[in-house]
């Protein structure tokens, strides 16, 4: 049974980088077949898809519009985790983030961690 | 970016009585290599995280109750819970997978 579990601080101030960690059980961030991918949730902004890392004989990438050139997903094979890094923040990016995986057999998105709320105030 | 449209904002329905929600895509969602709906459906209750209900438009997670059903292809697509269980007071989302980026409608909140 995959879990995955968040680590990160719950406040950040603006101007700062956002940084959380995702530590993946029962499968591997290598997998051929699974994405990684980082959602939030606002009242605002509804369920926004962040963004993902795969690996496909090499790492790839994905990334959303909005967030795209301050977002930075990456995995760390060696501790079987994925970590967001979501700089330059402003109030606007309060949320509650998520660890998401695609096991990649055709459920969605169907592993989701338990969620941090990120609140972006100083 | 395609844009996910979900109707009602929200409703109230009673218990043992049908609950439909409607989700209209900006874009077609259809896979023509595959014949597939991209088109997922996910259940948030309080204080949890989304949960995967339907796949591919029409079928139904393992575990979930048969009175959870999908239908719709190309842009139109319903969510119909057949009688309505205590249980199922969320909000209810759907979601397109046929291309990045990922979207997201903006939720219907069904309650009692």
Known sequence: ?122 | DIVMTQSPDSLAVSLGERATINCKSSQSVLSTSNNKNYLFWYQQKPRQPPKVLIHWASIRESGVPDRFSGSGSGTDFTLTISSLQAEDVAVYYCQQYHSFPLTFGGGTKVEI
Do not use: M
């Open chain 1, 1 to 122: 049974q995959v879990q995955l579990q968040q680590s990160g601080p719950g406040l950040v101030k603006p101007s700062q980088t956002l940084s959380l960690t995702c530590a993946v059980s029962g499968d591997s961030v290598s997998s051929n077949r699974a994405t990684w991918n980082w959602i939030r949730q606002s009242p605002s902004r509804g369920l926004e898809w962040l963004g993902r890392t795969y690996f496909r004989s090499n790492w790839n990438y994905d990334y959303g519009g909005d967030v795209r050139g301050r977002i930075t997903i990456k995995a760390d094979t060696s501790k079987n985790q994925f970590a967001l890094q979501l700089d330059s923040v402003t109030p606007e990016d309060t949320a509650v983030y998520y660890c998401v995986e695609d096991r990649g057999i055709g459920r969605g998105l169907d592993v989701w961690g338990q969620g941090t709320t990120v609140t972006v105030s100083s």
